[in-house]
Structure formats: C-alpha cells, structure tokens
C-alpha cells in the first residue's frame, strides 16, 4: 500500500504558480536595475560631453601658449548639479599638465583625435566618471591644423546614481504591484477552483453514520467525479454488508433464542421433578449456565441493534424521557429489593422532548440501572436523575455509592467485554459498550463522574434536547 502523504493541492498550485513569478521578478528586477544605470549613464555622459565641449571652445593657442579662458558661466555648466563636484584637467600629448585638477588620473595612450572615452576613476576619496577627448588647438578659431591637447571633465556620481536608482524604483514598482495582483487573483483562483472539494467534503462531513445514499454528481467538476464514482461505489459496497450483517442478526436471533428458549423450558421442567441431589444440583447448575448464555445472546443481539446500521435503522420521533426513565426504574425496583438497596428516581415536572428511539433509550437506561444495582453492595443506594440546567441538553445521570471506577479504568469499562478487575459480579462485559453506542445513535455524550457523596460512580448522559 502507497504511503499516503500529506501534500496541499492548493499548496502545489500556489509554488507552481507563484515561483515562477517570484523567479521572474527577480529577473526583471536585475534587468530593470542594469538597463536603469544605462539610461542614467547615457544621460548623464551626454551632460559630461556638453560640458567638455564648453571647455574646449574656450581652449586656443595664442602666442605659442595655450590659453583656456573660462567664463564664470562656464564654470557653472561644469557644475550643473550642487550635489556633485566637478573637475577638469588639460594636458599636452606629451603628459603634461597645462591646467586644471592635476589629481585626474591619466587618459587612454593614443586616444583618437575628437572621439571622447568614457572612463571611470578616483579622484582623492570621490570615484568619479571621467570623458577624456583629444582635440585640435591652433591661433585662430577658424584653422584646424597644429597642436593638439586632451581635455578631461569628470564629476562625481551620487546625482546619476540617485537617478538611476529612481528610474530602477519607477520601473520595478509597477512589476511588483502587478506580480501582487496577479498572486492576489490566483490565490483567489486556486480557492475558487477547489471549492467543490470543499463542497464535496462537507457533503460527507454532514451526514450520518447511517446514511449510505450515493452522493449527487450534479455540480461536482469533470476532474472530481471519479472522485464520486469511487466513493459511491464504496457506499454501495458497504450497504450490501451491512445488509448481510442485518441478515446474520436477524438468523441469528431466530437460531439461537430458539432452542435456548427450549432448552431453559426442559430445566424448568426437569426441576420439577423429585431427583436425587446430584442431577438436581446438575440441572440447577445446567439452568444457571442457560441464563447467562441467554443474557449474553440478548446483549449481543442489543449491541448489534444499537450499533451504526442503516439497514436497521429505526424511525426517530419526539418522545419524553421522563416518562421512560420512570417506567424503566419502575421495572428495576424489584431486583433492587432483592439485594436491599434503595433505587430512587427524580425526574421533572416539564416535558423533557428528546429526538431519537424510545425503545434504544430505554435500553440504555436498562444497561446503566441494572449496572449499577448489580455493582452496588446491599443497603445501597442508587438514583436516577433527570436534569434540564441547559436549554439544549437534557442530562440523564445514574448515580451509586457502590465501589465506583478508577479513573484510568473510566474509558476502557465501555469497552466490548472488558470488566473492571477485582470484581466478582456475574456480568456480560457488553453492557456499557451498548450505552456508549446508543448514546452515539442519538448524538449524546457519555461520561463517568463521581457518585452519591464522593463515593461510587455516576454515569451522565447528555441528550440534545428537542423544543
């Protein structure tokens, strides 16, 4: 058999369905974040170029010497964001430095002439972005022959920077709130989708234990209905047991009380005989093992009535529980007169309406009396009590002040023939499992709790009560 485990389907889904989106929101995170320091590179290496050029129209030869004339706005152009600093050196092909920021670090060897690189470098403790650009000087403007000198402009980089990170932050953004929204509509997709596993689960949570009708396929998706098909194929497999079960009780019942009838009226009738002692002590002892094998043949045919059968299961109807707890203590009083002990029954003066079968309740009050006047030692005592202190619960407790139950005994007593060590009463050991399965059947809680003054056990069940 295949290990089942416990894997979500909406679980599965969700990873299938949402990593890949995480995976590409990563993705477009770094492409968005590199494309974003181009576009700030781009731009802002057009407005370092611009400024270059600002500086090499004010840079001529004149008299031998080359002059570089910067007005204060052209000053300010090299300076065009206050957040930066700016700096520029020019210097001839043969290195050295005619003016400017010495600090610059040294150009590309064999820069073309008029064509600028980018570069990046440091400038004391700045790192800064660097266009370096070979260009012409002669002592006219207008000729375009002699000497030639590189020029370098470079500014620091917290303005492109802070550039490029809002560009990163105006793209990556709308990525985010869409990957949100579309995780948002398959959560809410995956939830819709299962809904008729949910459906499908609660349909079956809601049923009862005798309920084995086939379950409609109406509404239930074309990936769900073998679902159904199995299960209803299973349901029908079940009936057709219980069924069977149904006619082994019913055969059983037939065939066993029968000849036990039979057999306890031939003792009756050999009883009445004069016999010498030892057959009249074997017939006795022949009676008695009839009576026991009767009792447990009743018992087990009450467990298998009161066990989860639809086959056998009976028409609920409104009843009052007071009336049937007084007549079932009724036929107790005699067997409790016999060992001596005071049975007495406090009901109510209001209807106390269960929803259920009166025969199984009567049953059950049967077992629970007759357990505990048989427990009890002689001049016990032993009560019945109705309470109502809850609008919807009506409490039946039975109640002695015999040995009582120990507490890591009180869930295994309802257990089919076990019995409590150390106890000498004749007993079936099904009695209590009966109690438990018919207080199953009618929806109600079984517990044992302390009885009459701290001693002995009382027995509480609690019915759903009907308005």
Known sequence: MKKLTSASIAGDLLAYLLIPLGVLAVVGTGFAYYLSIAFANDAYDRELLNSADSVAIRTRRKSGRILVDLPPYVRNLLRHDNSDRSFYRIESTTGEVI???PELP???ANMPLTKPEFSYGNVG???????????PVSEKESERTGDSVILQVAETLKARERFSQMLLVSMVMPQILMIAIGGLCIWLG???GLRPLGDLRSAIAKRSQYELTPLTADNVPVEVQPLVMAINDLLVRLRDDLDAQRRFVANAAHQLRTPLAGLKTYTGIMQSFQLPPEPTH?????DTALNRVTRMVNRLLALAKAEPNPAMQLEKKKFDITEIAAETTSDLVYEALNKRIELAFEGSEEALMLNGDPGSVRELI??????????TPEDGHVTVRLLSDKPDVVTLIVEDDGPGIPLDERERVFERFYRVLGTDVPGTGLGLAIVREIARSHEAQVRIEDGIGGKGAAFCVDFPRTA
């Open 99 to 101: 003016t400017g920021d």
């Open 106 to 108: 040294d150009p590309p």
């Open 125 to 135: 403790p700045y790192r800064v972005r660097i266009v370096s650009i070979r260009i």
């Open 190 to 192: 995956v939830r819709r």
């Open 282 to 286: 074997a017939v006795q002892q022949l």
């Open 366 to 375: 049967m077992n629970l009396v007759d357990n505990a006047i048989r427990y």
